[in-house]
């Protein structure tokens, strides 16, 4: 079955450094990852995805991503960051086994930028 | 372009009452699919739906249903509400497949 791990609960870093949001992947086949951001009270905002190409995948607001097949990782990364930042973030694939856009989602990580 | 339109965005219910919950895709999107998302279960798959047809299903009980009509707005419905069912609602569309699914701003549901 297809799943995905987020290890941290929630990631502390201070505004202007790099942050890094982790997120392990568990496959059957090409493995199709996301990434989503929810901010309070708001639905999910989507930010990237890997389904094949290069390993480092470019998104929205600065953030990016790195798949590696290897370590099976979809980390989420971004060089500065912002305390607007702050949200919980969610690591997805999609499910596997004919036609669908059903997402398996991990626990969230809960990314607080201090100022 | 519109995002994903869900309504109401707030709902407040009592035990045993049933609910009824709308999203409209973005124009274009012909596939539907609906999560709900608690503190405990974290974003849980309830059901997908492509061109009026349900094509997956999570694992929830017979309480919970959709459909989907030929314009691809979607409802689902809850009846004989548990105060578990309490959660937040989201609805998310897609253009196709293997593409990102594009949320709304979900339907807090309260059970009381």
């Known amino acids: 079955a297809q799943s995905v791990a987020q290890p941290e609960d929630q990631v502390n870093v201070a505004e202007g450094n790099p942050l890094t949001v982790k997120c392990t992947y568990s496959v059957s086949g090409n493995p199709y990852l996301f990434w989503y951001v929810q901010y309070p009270n708001r639905g999910l905002q989507f930010l990237l995805k890997y389904i094949t190409g290069d390993n480092l995948v470019k998104g929205s607001y600065g953030f990016e991503a790195e798949f590696n097949k290897s370590q099976t990782s979809f980390h989420l990364k971004k060089p500065s960051a912002l305390v607007s930042d702050s949200a919980l973030y969610f690591c997805?694939?999609?499910?596997?086994?004919?036609?669908?856009?059903?997402?398996?989602f991990g626990t969230g990580t809960l990314l607080a930028v201090q100022p | 372009k519109a995002g994903v339109t869900q309504t109401p965005r707030y709902l407040i219910k009592t035990r045993g009452q049933q609910v009824t919950l709308s999203c409209s895709p973005i124009?274009?999107?012909?596939?539907v699919s609906w999560y709900q998302q608690t503190p405990g279960q974290g974003l849980q798959f309830l059901f997908e739906?492509?061109?009026?047809?349900?094509?997956n299903k999570g694992n929830f009980p017979g309480r919970f249903s959709g459909r989907q009509f030929s314009n691809s707005r979607s409802e689902m419905n809850v009846s004989t509400l548990e105060l578990g069912d309490s959660a937040l609602y989201l609805c998310?569309?897609?253009?196709?497949?293997?593409?990102?699914?594009?949320f709304g701003q979900g339907t807090r549901l309260t059970v009381v």
């Open positions: 739906y492509f061109s009026e047809t349900q094509r």
């Open positions: 998310a569309s897609s253009p196709g497949e293997n593409t990102e699914a594009f």
């Open positions: 997805a694939v999609r499910d596997y086994g004919g036609a669908t856009n059903k997402l398996i």
């Open positions: 124009s274009g999107h012909r596939s």
